[in-house]
C-alpha cells in the first residue's frame, strides 16, 4: 500500500529565509508525487506535481521539489519565504489501485512566516 | 476561484437531521470527488466518480450517500450524522480516465462546506 509521511507538523520561518517542508512516501511501484497548498477557508491548490523525467520540478510562486528514489523523498524547498506563503502544504502519491485518479495525502504541514 | 464551487459553505446540523452538501463544477471535467478533511489527520479520500459511475466507496458508512446526477453536480447527502463526522467536506474535479493508467489528471478543488454535527 502507498502512504506518505510529512515530517513536521508545524514550520516556522522569517521572511526571506529558505523553506524546507518534508516529504517521504512508501510505494511499491514507480509513484507520481504532488504538493498541494491550502490557504484559510480555501480548497487544495495543486503546487507542483512529478510523474516521469527530470526530478527538479518548479512549481507556482517560487516552490520547487526534488523526487529522489534512493532517499524515498520528495521535499518542497523555497528560496526565500515571503509572508505571503503561510498557509498548509499537503505531499500527496497517487493511489495506484485507480485509473491514475485517486490521491493518498499525508498529514499536512502549517507554514508559518514571520516579519 | 478555482471553477469549483460548494454549497452551503458553513452548516449546522443535529444527528437526527437529514441534509445535503452540494458541489458544482464548471470546467467541463468528467470526474469528481468527495473529500473529508479532520484536524490533525491526512485528506480521506471519500467517493470518486469516472463519467457519472460511482468508482470508489473508501468504505464510507452508509449515513453519507453521494449522488452525481450528471458530470457538472456532485451531492453528498447526510443522514443520523455522529459528532464525529464533523469536519471539512471538500469536492474536487479533474479530467476523467477511461482504462488508461498514467499520471493522474490535475485535480481543482472547491473552498469547502464546514460541517458541524451537534
Known amino acids: 500500500a502507498q502512504s506518505v509521511t510529512q515530517l513536521g507538523s508545524h514550520v516556522s520561518v522569517s521572511e526571506g529565509a529558505l523553506v524546507l517542508l518534508r516529504c517521504n512516501y512508501s510505494s511499491s511501484v514507480p509513484p507520481y508525487l504532488f504538493w498541494y497548498v491550502q490557504y484559510p477557508n480555501q480548497g487544495l491548490q495543486l503546487l507542483l506535481k512529478?510523474?516521469?523525467?527530470?526530478?527538479l520540478v518548479k512549481g507556482i510562486n517560487g516552490f520547487e521539489a526534488e523526487f529522489k528514489k534512493s532517499e524515498t523523498s520528495f521535499h518542497l524547498t523555497k528560496p526565500s519565504a515571503h509572508m505571503s506563503d503561510a498557509a498548509e502544504y499537503f505531499c500527496a502519491v497517487s493511489d495506484h489501485r485507480q485509473a491514475g485518479t485517486a490521491l493518498i495525502f499525508g498529514k499536512g504541514t502549517t507554514l508559518s512566516v514571520s516579519s | 476561484e478555482t471553477g469549483v464551487t460548494q454549497t452551503p459553505r458553513h452548516l449546522v446540523m443535529g444527528m437526527t437531521n437529514k441534509k445535503s452538501l452540494k458541489c458544482e463544477q464548471h470546467?467541463?471535467?468528467?470526474?469528481m470527488y468527495w473529500y473529508k478533511q479532520s484536524a490533525k489527520k491526512p485528506l480521506e479520500l471519500m467517493f470518486v466518480?469516472?463519467?457519472?459511475?460511482?468508482?470508489e466507496n473508501n468504505s464510507v458508512p452508509s449515513r453519507f450517500s453521494p449522488e452525481c446526477p450528471n458530470s457538472s453536480h456532485l451531492f453528498l447527502h447526510l443522514h443520523t450524522l455522529q459528532p464525529e463526522d464533523s469536519a471539512l467536506y471538500l469536492c474536487?474535479?479533474?479530467?476523467?480516465?477511461?482504462?488508461?493508467?498514467?499520471?493522474?489528471?490535475?485535480?481543482?478543488f472547491g473552498p469547502g462546506t464546514r460541517l458541524t454535527v451537534t
Open positions: 512529478y510523474t516521469t523525467g527530470a526530478t
Open positions: 466518480y469516472n463519467f457519472k459511475e460511482q468508482t
Open positions: 474536487a474535479s479533474s479530467q476523467g480516465e477511461r482504462l488508461r493508467r498514467g499520471p493522474p489528471y490535475e485535480q481543482y
Open positions: 470546467l467541463g471535467h468528467n470526474a
